[in-house]
Each structure stands twice: as structure tokens, then as C-alpha cells.
């Protein structure tokens, strides 16, 4: 089997600013991927914006701009949010280019070709928030009439000449899939709900638009754009070379081993896009893992309420590992979560500034002071082998931990054994051993191999810190995979260390910028 690894996240709606929902996903999608490169794995990774569809006319309209022009603000704006999160994603796809305009269509095409797709007139309900159709039974009534999709989000009655996708034919495909592959959908709450849904029955998808023209062509077809999910679903083939069978890029990486996409987005991720796919015959992706949402300080975010995180202010407040670590550590990936300043505050003393910070610069200060800078020989004692044995199987735990996406338990068990270290290091007392400097030398030897292992499993977590923590021990770039972390050999006696800086910042909640 191939050791290539595909993660993709939702492409969002370039129809606002990015806020720290969309920064979470971006988050927890890269460590993904830096961990599976960190594994040794060949890997591509996707993000990018979705750029089509009612809602883009709408918000555009509404602030007097050409659609084109709000797209083309607002992509670069997450682009941005990318490259201020570190992010590692070796493309940026937005589905107004020209790339995706032909695999999109050559999609179509197929589904055609299959028999898949008819025309007739779609009447009904619709939510421009959601870009999706509804049900009557689906929606709540609330004042003068009006009524909601489960989002929350106003609909309204459409009729329009439609193609139609013949989604009531795959019902019985999609359950024997989930069925022979119970990974597809994550976590298995999701996936219950997904079987029941099915099971429920499919109605045929409307899959084309007349009333606007900001969308793909559908071939041969005038007047006719393509629903917005088709066109977005299908970017996650568009970005491996799709229609070029040929192309390297899709040869090594499709079908994509994962999409990591938010709950709300599930049905159109685990229905629609594995129906299309087997429609015009093609792979299906290998896992669809969905994650909560966040709130802010406990609350929904609103405009309305005013309480919408912009993670720009909190990236130029505090810097990007330590926002990193709340989103991986604080929340348990696939659950909901919460954007609190006092628990951002906390997680990152206690965690970064205390747990790791603290034990890297105490030994490396140490090994300064004592010996010169340069790494002690050690002969290590039952204790230290210990400890080492801890920091091997705690990475491992990690290891073990990231192949499901459990991202929490990875970043906890890398907590459990900073912890492990600095007991170790508290019952080794070093500092009394001025009068036996080859145990001294053994203990700071120790320490500072167990900080190098932590330090490797960290750095798809919190990437700029761990790099400088390996710069501290002089550990070459090509030492820094996870085997490495997990050898049985440790750092060489001998080594020139460079002057030990601190790696973590301490905020102080008082001192901190109310939201
Ligand atoms: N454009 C679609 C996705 C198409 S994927 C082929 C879309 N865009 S979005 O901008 O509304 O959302 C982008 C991603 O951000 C989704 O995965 C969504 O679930 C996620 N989030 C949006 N708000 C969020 C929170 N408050 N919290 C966490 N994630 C959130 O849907």
C-alpha cells in the first residue's frame, strides 16, 4: 500500500473574513499533515476558498462590489490566515480558476455519461446561508410566516429549470460502503447519523441554477450554473491534476486519505460527494472527519453579539504556537469547543511556558553553566533509562493517536510526558551534584535528550517553538523526523550547544487585551 497521504480542508466562502472557526480547521488540518510528513510520509495538503454560488451575488450586491472583486479581497484574506497560522499546505486552490472550471465540468460530463443526470424544474425551499435545499419538514416557522432551515437561516421558495442528479439511486451504494468501510465517516456519532439519514431514503438533487450566472457553465447548456456544492465538492480532485489522468500529483495522492471539514457540512461530504464520484466513476476519499464548532467565551459567535474571534488579533496578541496549542489541546477534535481567553491564558503558562519552556532552560542553562555548553557524556543509571523508556512510549501513544485524528490525546500524552521529565528532573536534582559532575552530566544529558524527543513529536503542533528548541540542541534538520524521536540512541556527548534563550512566552491574563 502507498505511504502517500492527501488531507484537505473545507474551502470557506470567501463571502466574509475569516474567523477563528475557520483558523481552528486550518489548525488542526496542519498538524495533520506535519505529522504524517514528520512519519515520513510523501504529503499534500489542500485549502483554499469557494468562491461561487448565490450567497458570493448576495454579499456582493449588498456592498455595492462586482462578485469578482469581493472574491478576490476576501480569498486573499484567508490566504493570509494561512501563512500568518505557518501553515504547511503545498497548494491554495480557489474554484474560480480556470483548472477547476475543466475538471468540474469533465465531472459533469461523466455523471452525464452515466445517466445520472436529468433535467426538469426544481421548486422548493432554499437557504442562501447554507447553500442548500430543504424539505418542508426540515424547517421551523417563526414570525410573519417566515421560515428556517435547522441552521437558523432564512429560506426561500425557489422555482427554476433544474438538472436533477439521480442521488435516490446511490442510496443502497452509499449503505454498503459505510458498511465495508466503517473509517469513512468520523467520529462514529457522525456516522450513525449519516446511516440513519440514508436509510431514511435520497431525494434527486437539484444540480443546476438559472437565476444567476456566478458558477460553472453546465456543458452544453446555456444559462445554466452549476449548484455550488458540485463545484466545490470537486475541487479537492481539481487540485491532484484532474481531468490529467496522468498527472503526478494525481497518480500519487487521489483518492485523498481525508477530508477534515466542520459538522455542519457533513451530509453534502459523506452523500453528495461519494454518489458524484461513484457516478462518474471514480475513487472515493478514504475518510471524512468532522470537528465541532467553537464558541466564544461560552457564547455562539455573532456579528449581531459582536463576539467573533478574528484570529489576526489574536495571532499579532500572542503569537501562533501559542494559538495553535489551545485549538489542539483544549478541544477535543470532533467535539465542540470554546475560544476563552482566561483558558487560553492558562493552557499556555501552564503547558508551553512552564512544562516545556522551564525544563528546556533549566538543563540547557545548566549544561551552560556547568559545562561549558558543550553536552556531557552520560552514563545513565535504571532512572534515566526510565525516563527515556517514558518519552519513547508517550511518542508512540502519539503516533498511535494521529492515525484516528485523536489530536487532543496526542498533544495530552506529549503533556504527560513533559510532566514525567520534569519529576524526573525535580528527583534528580542536578543542582546538588556540584561535588559528582559526571552524574550531574548524566542528568542534563538525560533531560536534554528527553527535551529533543518532546521537542520532534511537538513540531507539527507548535512548529516555530520546536525548531528553535532543536536549534538549542544542535539537532541537524534531517534528525528531526519521528524516527528519530523514537531511536534508541539520543543526543552525542560532545556537542557545542549554542547559547540557551527561552522558547515560551508567559502572558499575563491581567495585562491581556480584552476581545
Ligand atoms: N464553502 C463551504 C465548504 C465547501 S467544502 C467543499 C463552507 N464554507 S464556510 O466558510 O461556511 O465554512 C468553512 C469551514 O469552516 C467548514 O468546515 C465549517 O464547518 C467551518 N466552520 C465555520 N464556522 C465554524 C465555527 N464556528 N467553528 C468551527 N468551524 C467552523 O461551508
Not at 35 to 62: S, Y
Not at 96 to 125: C, F, N, P
Not at 367 to 373: E, H, L, W
Amino acid at each position: 500500500m502507498s505511504t502517500s497521504f492527501y488531507v484537505t480542508t473545507a474551502i470557506a466562502y470567501p463571502n466574509g473574513e475569516p474567523h477563528i472557526g475557520h483558523a481552528y480547521e486550518m489548525i488542526a488540518t496542519d498538524a495533520i499533515a506535519r505529522w504524517a510528513r514528520l512519519e515520513g510520509r510523501p504529503t499534500f495538503f489542500l485549502t483554499g476558498t469557494d468562491e461561487h454560488g448565490i450567497k458570493m451575488v448576495q454579499t456582493a450586491a449588498a456592498q455595492g462590489l462586482p462578485v469578482r472583486e469581493l472574491a478576490d479581497r476576501n480569498s486573499a484574506r484567508f490566504r493570509e490566515l494561512a501563512g500568518l497560522l505557518g501553515l504547511s499546505n503545498d497548494d491554495f486552490i480557489r474554484t474560480t480558476e480556470q483548472r477547476h472550471y475543466d475538471s468540474v465540468q469533465e465531472i459533469w460530463r461523466r455523471m452525464l455519461k452515466s445517466g445520472d443526470i436529468y433535467e426538469g424544474a426544481y421548486e422548493g425551499w432554499y437557504s442562501v446561508r447554507d447553500e442548500a435545499y430543504f424539505d418542508e419538514a426540515e424547517l421551523t416557522e417563526g414570525e410573519g410566516g417566515k421560515k428556517f432551515a435547522p441552521s437558523g437561516a432564512e429560506v426561500t421558495w425557489v422555482r427554476e429549470p433544474s438538472f436533477f442528479f439521480r442521488l435516490s439511486a446511490y442510496a443502497d451504494r452509499l449503505l454498503a460502503h459505510y458498511e465495508a468501510h466503517p473509517e469513512f465517516i468520523a467520529p462514529d456519532e457522525r456516522r450513525n447519523e449519516i446511516v440513519s439519514f440514508v436509510k431514511g431514503g435520497l431525494r434527486d438533487l437539484s444540480i443546476s441554477r438559472t437565476t444567476f450566472d456566478w458558477g460553472i457553465p453546465v456543458p452544453d447548456a446555456p444559462g445554466h450554473v452549476m449548484y455550488v456544492w458540485v463545484d466545490a465538492l470537486t475541487n479537492y480532485i481539481t487540485a491532484t491534476g484532474f481531468p490529467d489522468e496522468d498527472a503526478a500529483r494525481y497518480k500519487a495522492f487521489w483518492p485523498a486519505n481525508l477530508h477534515v471539514i466542520g459538522k455542519d457540512i457533513i451530509r453534502f461530504h459523506t452523500v453528495y460527494w461519494p454518489a458524484f464520484l461513484m457516478s462518474a466513476n471514480l475513487p472515493l476519499p478514504r475518510r471524512v472527519f468532522a470537528h465541532g464548532f467553537l464558541t466564544s467565551e461560552g457564547k455562539k459567535m455573532s456579528k449581531s453579539l459582536g463576539n467573533v474571534v478574528d484570529p489576526l488579533t489574536e495571532l499579532d496578541s500572542y503569537g501562533t504556537d501559542p494559538v495553535r496549542w489551545y485549538c489542539l489541546r483544549e478541544i477535543s477534535f470532533g467535539q465542540d469547543g470554546d475560544w476563552g481567553r482566561e483558558k487560553f491564558i492558562n493552557r499556555n503558562n501552564a503547558d508551553l511556558a512552564n512544562n516545556f519552556g522551564n525544563l528546556a532552560q533549566r538543563s540547557l542553562a545548566m549544561i551552560q553553566k556547568n559545562f561549558a555548553g558543550v553536552l556531557p557524556v552520560a552514563t545513565p543509571t535504571e532512572a534515566d533509562k526510565a525516563i527515556i523508556g517514558v518519552a519513547v512510549k508517550a511518542i508512540a501513544a502519539m503516533n498511535t493517536a494521529m492515525q484516528t485524528q485523536l489530536i487532543h490525546e496526542a498533544t495530552a500524552e506529549l503533556v504527560g510526558l513533559l510532566n514525567a521529565a520534569n519529576l524526573y528532573f525535580a528527583d534528580q536534582a542536578p543542582w546538588g551534584l556540584k561535588e559528582d559532575l559526571p552524574r550531574m552530566g548524566t542528568i542534563l544529558h538525560t533531560t536534554a535528550d528527553v527535551v529533543r524527543r518532546a521537542a520532534i513529536a511537538a513540531q507539527p503542533f507548535v512548529p516555530t517553538a520546536a525548531a528553535k528548541m532543536l536549534d538549542l540542541l544542535a539537532v541537524p534538520p534531517t534528525e528531526r523526523a519521528l524516527s528519530d524521536a523514537l531511536r534508541p540512541q539520543g543526543l552525542v556527548a560532545g556537542t557545542v550547544l549554542p547559547q540557551p534563550e527561552p522558547v515560551f512566552r508567559k502572558f499575563d491574563l491581567k495585562a491581556s487585551a480584552a476581545p
